[in-house]
Every structure is written in C-alpha cells, then in structure tokens.
C-alpha cells in the first residue's frame, strides 16, 4: 500500500505539471538595479591627503531578450543578450578650499548570461525556481567625466576597463505563473557578481599648480529585482 501511493504521488504530479522538457521558448526582461547597502557595491570612497571623492550606485537598468531551452520537466537552460546601465552618482570635495561639485557617470555594457534553471512545484500553475550560470560581458567604451570649477581649476574621472570581455557569476531566485494560452509571467531577484574589478577609476583634482589624484578598482557587482514574460510554445512532439 506504501509503495502504491508513492506511484499514486508521481503519477498526479505529472498531470498537473507543465513540463520543460521538449519546450524552447523566448521571452522578455527587464531588470532595475537596486541600490542598496547589503549586497552589490552601494559606495565606493576615493580619497587622499586633500583631496575626498566617492562613488554612489544609483537606480540602474537591464533589459533584453531571453530564451528557455527545456531540458527535463525540472531542468532547463537560459540564455540570451542584455543591455546593462550601471549609474553613479560622484562627488567631489576640497575640503580646504570648500569646494565641492557633483557629476552623474554611466557605464554601460552588453551581456550574454547562460544559467541552469531547478523547478519546485508549487501548486498547478505556480513554481519556485533557483539558477546558477555566468555572463559574458562587453564593454564597449571606457568613461570620463569633467567639472569645472573655476578658471584652470576642475574635478575630473576616467575609468578604464580592466579588460574589454570579462566575465561575472549569476544567482537568482523568484516565482513564476505559468498558463497553458498566455505564456508564463516571472517575478524574482538576481546577484551579479563580476569575477575581476570590471573597470579601474582615477579622481582627480586639477589646478594650475598641479594635481591631486586618487585610483581605485571598481567591482561592480549589483542586485536586481527580474520581470519577465516567455511567449506561449509548445512542447515538441
């Protein structure tokens, strides 16, 4: 009797599930980085003698295209190619001279991820899934900006990319809806974490006399909150 109501369990479990296995499907996403104090670097000081600078991460953004590839009914594989906006806020001080000025900096970057997908079934429509992977990231401009000050007198900022493709481990979490005619509709969170600092930064402070600056690695790792929508496919016979 034990033994039959374990087959019982399985076989109910099949009927209810929208299996993965056999289904390739494409969907849509948009992810806003999270500023926060917890995971992802927040803030970043750049300071030296005379001179006090820092970067703060702002609302950033990502968003693409995403494509499923089913494996099993509780495995599956993603990939596809994301637009990324990492934003900062910088600021600059002298504080003998009380100067001070602010400038905005984004750094943008293209990035194809792959991660394995594991699904818990939830009830018939809901699931809980997790992910692992890496993402391949290019970047394609290094960044400068400029604040003048007076005559002859500026805070400036460059950053240059470590390397021009570099790479990033991925986790995510998060919930999905599922429907037999209308697609499956997702809401989770993600962790970004590049494997090397992906960009090196110099503050500086410029006047006639000469110049102070301060260099630094920025990591640029980032949290998300996911959105995403996959088309309705059906699995391959």
Do not use: W
Not at 5 to 34: A, E, M, R
Not at 71 to 92: A, M, P, Q, V, W
């Amino acid at each position: 009797m034990k033994n039959s109501g374990i087959i019982l369990l399985i076989c109910c479990l099949n009927l209810i599930s929208y299996g993965q296995k056999g289904v390739t499907t494409f969907g849509l996403q948009y992810k806003p980085i999270i500023p926060n104090r917890f995971i992802g670097t927040y803030e970043q000081r750049f300071d030296s003698a005379q001179f006090f600078s820092n970067i703060k991460q702002k609302l950033g953004h990502s968003f693409g295209g995403v494509i499923r590839i089913g494996l099993t009914k509780n495995i599956s594989l993603e990939t596809g190619l994301n637009l990324t906006y990492r934003n900062f806020d910088l600021n600059f001080a002298i504080p003998d001279s009380g100067y001070v000025g602010k400038e905005q900096l984004r750094v943008v970057s293209y990035e194809v991820p792959i991660s394995c997908l594991i699904y818990i079934q939830l009830s018939k429509q809901f699931f809980i899934n997790t992910s692992l992977g890496s993402s391949l990231i290019l970047f394609p401009s290094s960044v400068h900006k400029q604040v003048p000050i007076t005559v002859g007198e500026y805070f400036l900022q460059e950053g240059a990319y470590r390397h021009k493709i570099q790479g990033a481990l991925l986790a995510n979490v998060g919930f999905e809806y599922r429907t037999k005619e209308k697609g499956y509709f997702y809401f989770g969170t993600s962790y970004h974490l590049p494997y090397i600092p992906i960009m090196s930064f110099a503050m500086a402070y410029q006047y006639p006399g000469g110049n102070i600056v301060a260099r630094d690695n920025v990591r640029g790792s980032y949290l998300t909150i996911d959105l995403r929508y996959f088309f309705h496919e059906k699995a391959r016979q």
